[in-house]
């Protein structure tokens, strides 16, 4: 991916122009004299470019040669970066980042902050694959006016909810958090979004402060919804949502913080497949009706006995219980258990409320 120069930024965000001049004509043929000339001019610029370690690129039309289109977008527009769609909705730039699901606080070093970006991506085209990665589809990176581009924080509990590390299917929709260690006092922040494969590159400008009216909001429209207790087969691998347990005191260590209600979803996995099949937490996902994942509570997870790092034998059945922590008041909630990894592209979704 090419990384975002000061005068591509310039050009693309500041509104500059490029200049195109030098038409070729039907003159006469120039004389050995004058390619000569031409040639050692060349040569010359070539050395002094060779010279340079990392020239870089001159303009947005030098780009073009080798890349498609950029376009230039504001925060709240829907953009097509296909297959997906895509909402940029804000920025903000603090000096704690807060990680759910249990409010554990990171602070920035001195003289560093945290750029909170909201993004939501879908899966707009289902012509393509039945179930596509978003970081295998789309390139995020986060850069300024100066050219230098910044680094996602990799905390374990931050890259859980990361929307970019999701599969979708044909019409959902994933919303998150990316959030990148900057310097406190960067200025003109901007986010690229390129195709992994082709097409145009969106850059968004995240300076101007977003008209919570002017944000367009993507919706789920899978072509399937299970409820509550349907089991569904693929594979030989039967998945099905038993039990549904929600609320702020569930007993024992089902105690939601302040704020919070606990959800519990009760699962059983039978595996008729053939061979043994290894449940891991990648495989499912908590969502609600905009697309924001929920993470798993880490305290409940061993007692109940949640879906982490448990082999479910040929024929065998396994249940248990996944619990995750919410804020009160969400209203719809969607279950994800994802085959994919099992060679099967599916992702099936049971609306829990």
Sequence with gaps: MNRIDRRTYLALVGGATVA?????????????????????????????????PDPGTDSVSERAESDDQTDEAELGELLEVDPLSAVVSTLEVVEDAVIEPDDEVLGAEDGRAFAVVDVAFQHADDGVEPVIDVDETVAVELGDEDGKTY?????????????????????????????YDVVDDAEGLVLELEPEASGDSVVVDLGAES???????LEQEVAEV???????????????????????????????????????????????????????PEQTQLKDDTG???????????????????????????????AYQIAEGTDDLYWIFDFTEWGETQRVFWQLR
């Design 211 to 217: 008209d919570d009216e002017r944000v367009e909001t």
């Design 20 to 52: 195109m001049a030098g038409c070729s004509g039907e003159d006469d043929e120039p004389s050995m004299d004058e390619r000569d000339a031409d040639e050692s001019a060349t040569a010359a610029d070539d050395a002094t470019s060779s010279d340079d």
């Design 292 to 322: 924001r994942i929920y993470a798993e509570t880490s305290g409940t997870m061993r007692t109940l006995g949640g879906l982490e790092d448990v082999t479910v034998s040929d024929g065998e059945s396994y249940e248990g219980t996944v």
């Design 151 to 179: 680094d996602r924080v990799d905390e374990l509990e931050i890259t859980a909810l990361d929307p970019t590390a999701s599969r979708l299917a044909p019409g959902e929709v994933v919303r998150g958090d990316l959030i």
């Design 226 to 280: 299970e409820t509550f207790s349907q089991g569904v087969e693929h594979g030989g691998i039967d998945v099905a949502v038993g039990s549904l347990e929600h609320g702020n005191n569930l007993g024992g260590f089902m105690q939601s913080d302040e704020g919070y209600e606990i959800v519990a979803v009760g699962v059983t996995v039978h595996n008729g497949s053939g061979r043994d099949r290894a449940l891991t």
